[in-house]
């Protein structure tokens, strides 16, 4: 288990991270939001445009020793269907990592989760593999490795970054 740099805060990790893939983010204080309704509100759009990133545990075959992470981007609106996911990305078994285990695979808590810098091992840049909801479009908001804090981006860009797979993974 690698553990995060101390020398980076999340804000700079996502910052980072973008900057190496080319992708241009903007940085927006949300504030604090008891729930994607109220962030939504708070930045002035509707909550499809607030993508959550979801941290997933899967298995390719039943009898796998070793569980696999796999990051699933979803509109604010829908959730994921998990049959679905399992479908376009190839796994036998998946589900909802617990949050120390999205913790562990990405160094991000949840509502802070998002692709950039989404990795567990210091210095790694293996991004974890993304999926995404294919109804995803134009400019989106994400976390943005911090609490209270949110990124915009163009989702295009964000999806040609991490050779995101998109598909019908919602519900």
Do not use: C
Not at 80 to 91: F, I
């Amino acid at each position: 288990m690698g553990t995060m740099s101390a020398d980076l805060t999340g804000r700079e990790r996502v910052a980072a991270d973008a900057a190496a893939r080319g992708v241009d983010l903007e940085f927006v204080e949300r504030g604090p939001a008891s729930s994607l309704e109220e962030a939504a509100a708070n930045l002035g759009l509707e909550p499809r445009e607030i993508v959550k990133t979801l941290v997933a545990k899967a298995k390719r075959t039943q009898t796998a020793a070793d569980s696999e992470y796999v990051l699933a981007l979803i509109p604010g609106d829908k959730a994921v269907d998990w049959a679905k996911l399992r479908k376009l990305a190839g796994y036998k078994k998946m589900s909802m990592a617990s949050p120390d285990e999205g913790y562990a695979a990405t160094g991000y808590r949840p509502g802070t989760i998002n692709p950039f810098g989404a990795t567990a091992v210091e210095g790694s840049t293996t991004p974890l593999p993304v999926y995404a909801d294919e109804s995803i479009s134009g400019r989106i908001a994400m976390g943005a490795g911090e609490p209270h804090l949110s990124l915009l981006v163009d989702s295009p860009e964000l999806f040609a970054a991490f050779q995101v797979i998109t598909g019908d993974i919602g519900k």
